[in-house]
């Protein structure tokens, strides 16, 4: 297979001729998820170098991310056919799929997949006078060994093309574990960015999880669920925020999830979500108490 590869160096006056063209890469990991270790990242040209490599016979892109970390993305079409806009569905991992599947391998940062699952949805796609990609926008999925948890992400390569619904929680203002102690109060805050889903019908769900077992929110207090969830809300989806303050009684490891999830049928299905962990650790000098956690809900 014969492939050109030339590198997006974007500077200001480019941006403002595309209008609100972008080149980012967005990853939602679930917890779980090998490759982007259940964490949800974002990189744009300001965080490094993004190179694109094409095949003569236009079924295969390559994307090449450099910077404070390094990503490879492929995505190939089954053979025989060209990478078009539409559903790539059945993926397998590049380059080992069969003939009859389409390709996908997102690894980097010292990780990748020995066997996947996936799919793709190529969403722009347009080549230059000299046949080098002008536009590219992608949305993919990647399961490593046959896990349940996803890779979820986005590739934009000077694209108008929006985003889909972003959800990122945080603890204490940060978007990675916490350590606090017992008695500690620590705010938990929700940001929802509609992205281009924005006033689809979905259903919100809010979780915590410890040694306690499970509590789901149901909009205006935590009820204990050991089998199935209790939903938060169903509405349109709108770009938005919410916070509110909990106070561990009990050490323990404790995590807090927010899933938006468009297939309204009263279960939970993972669609966009994020989650944020907090550490409890006993307060030094006295002994903790072990009651369960009621966490007071301010929500604003």
């Keep these: 297979m014969q492939t050109r590869t030339w590198t997006f160096l974007f500077v200001l006056i480019l941006f403002a001729a595309r209008g609100n063209a972008a080149t980012l890469l967005i990853f939602n990991s679930e917890p779980g998820d090998y490759i ?39 995505f190939a079409a089954p053979s025989g056919e060209i990478l078009q806009t539409g559903t790539f ?19 980097g940062d010292g990780r990748g997949c020995n066997t996947l699952t996936g799919r793709f949805d190529i969403l722009e796609l ?10 590219f926008a992608a949305d993919f999925e990647q399961h490593c060994e046959g896990s ?11 694209s108008t093309v929006g985003l ?24 938990v805050t929700v940001k929802i960015d509609g992205g281009d889903e ?7 769900w809010l979780g915590k999880s410890g040694s306690y077992g499970a509590q789901w929110f149901n909009g205006s207090r935590w009820i204990p669920k050991y089998i199935l969830p209790t939903r938060w809300k169903n509405q349109a989806i709108t770009t938005e925020e919410y916070s509110f303050d909990w106070i561990p ?14 297939t309204v049928d009263g279960r939970l299905n ?26 007071a809900v301010l929500f604003q």
Excluded at 126 to 135: C, K, L, P, Q
Excluded at 164 to 178: F, L, Q, S, Y
């Design 89 to 107: 569905d059945d993926a397998a991992r590049y380059p080992f799929q069969s003939p009859t599947q389409p390709g996908l391998s997102i690894s």
């Design 198 to 204: 924005e006033g689809v019908q979905a259903e919100y």
């Design 36 to 74: 982007g270790q259940g964490e949800q990242q974002t990189w744009t040209d300001e965080d490094g170098t993004f190179s694109v490599t094409i095949s003569d016979s236009g079924d295969f892109i390559g994307i090449n991310f450099h910077g404070t970390t390094w990503w490879n993305l492929n």
């Design 270 to 295: 993972t669609q966009f979500a994020d989650h944020v962990v907090v550490t409890v650790l006993r307060p030094t000098g006295g002994p903790a108490s072990r009651q369960n956690m009621p966490g």
């Design 148 to 158: 349940e948890p996803a890779l979820y992400g986005s590739i934009r390569i000077n």
């Design 164 to 187: 889909p619904t972003r959800v990122d929680i945080e603890a204490n203002g940060k978007d990675m574990p916490i350590t606090v102690t017992v008695g500690e109060p620590v705010t």
């Design 249 to 262: 009684r009990a050490p323990g490891v404790y995590m807090f999830q927010c899933v938006i999830d468009e």
């Design 126 to 135: 347009s080549y230059n006078t000299v046949g080098e990609i002008e536009h």
